[in-house]
């Protein structure tokens, strides 16, 4: 059962507009929420995060709105760039500590 | 070099074999973490581990074994590979459960 879902698996956007990423959960424990950012044969690098007590959170070009009665999270790019382009992962930091992860979506930003 | 490494970074093997992935981290992060990632599943993790000698279970364990003798390490391995272990694997470490995690750069294991 999968607790944190991206139903998009890819995305295409032109370079200068907005990027929207989607990630829904169902679990209400979730406290804690993170984007990560993947290029090919690399590891995944943190990107940024909001806590549930927040409903927003701004770093830059990049932007996590968080919708805690929706149970859902979007991250923005404004603008978008073509080094935006990679696989984008939404997590969700429940007890514990664990992160659980969606499945990601790819990002590819055209000049 | 400072950070976090993982080796191989390539491996193919034949069913039935025993593996071990190795991960290495210089940060002196308490918490270490194993993760596959495969298509339409994201990243899933293995065990994870909150100091040395304290390791537990993740969300799909079965077929796996880890152990932390050391801070700095966390290897993990297959005991006896099978097709469906055919991945790409990530190691992480935080400071504490809470901060963000740091990734390595992957292992590509095929299981033939």
């Known amino acids: 059962d999968q607790q944190v879902k991206q139903n998009s698996p890819s995305l295409s956007v032109q370079e200068g507009r907005i990027s929207i990423l989607n990630c829904d959960y169902t679990?209400?424990?979730?406290?804690?929420f993170l984007w990560y950012k993947k290029y090919p044969a690399e590891g995944p690098t943190f990107l940024i995060s909001?806590?549930?007590?927040?409903d927003k959170n701004e770093d830059g070009r990049f932007t996590v709105f968080l919708n805690k009665s929706a149970k859902h999270l979007s991250l923005h790019i404004v603008p978008s760039q073509p080094g935006d382009s990679a696989v984008y992962f939404c997590?969700?930091?429940?007890?514990?500590?664990?992160?659980?992860f969606g499945q990601g979506t790819e990002l590819s930003v055209k000049p | 070099d400072a950070g976090i490494t993982q080796s191989p970074r390539y491996k193919i093997t034949e069913t039935g074999r025993q593996v071990t992935l190795m991960c290495h981290q210089t940060?002196?992060?308490?918490?270490m973490f194993w993760y596959r990632q495969d298509l339409g599943h994201g990243l899933r993790l293995i065990y994870y581990?909150?100091?040395?000698?304290?390791?537990d279970k993740g969300e799909v364990p079965d077929g796996y074994v880890v152990s932390r003798s050391k801070t700095e390490n966390f290897p993990l391995t297959l005991e006896s590979a099978t097709r469906s272990q055919t991945s790409v694997y990530f190691c992480?470490?935080?400071?504490?459960?809470?901060?963000?995690?740091?990734f390595g750069p992957g292992t590509r294991l095929t299981v033939l």
């Open positions: 679990n209400s424990m979730f406290d804690y």
């Open positions: 992480a470490s935080s400071r504490a459960s809470y901060n963000e995690q740091f």
């Open positions: 581990s909150a100091a040395a000698d304290i390791t």
């Open positions: 909001i806590s549930s007590i927040k």
């Open positions: 940060w002196s992060h308490s918490y």
């Open positions: 997590a969700a930091k429940g007890p514990g500590g664990k992160l659980i």
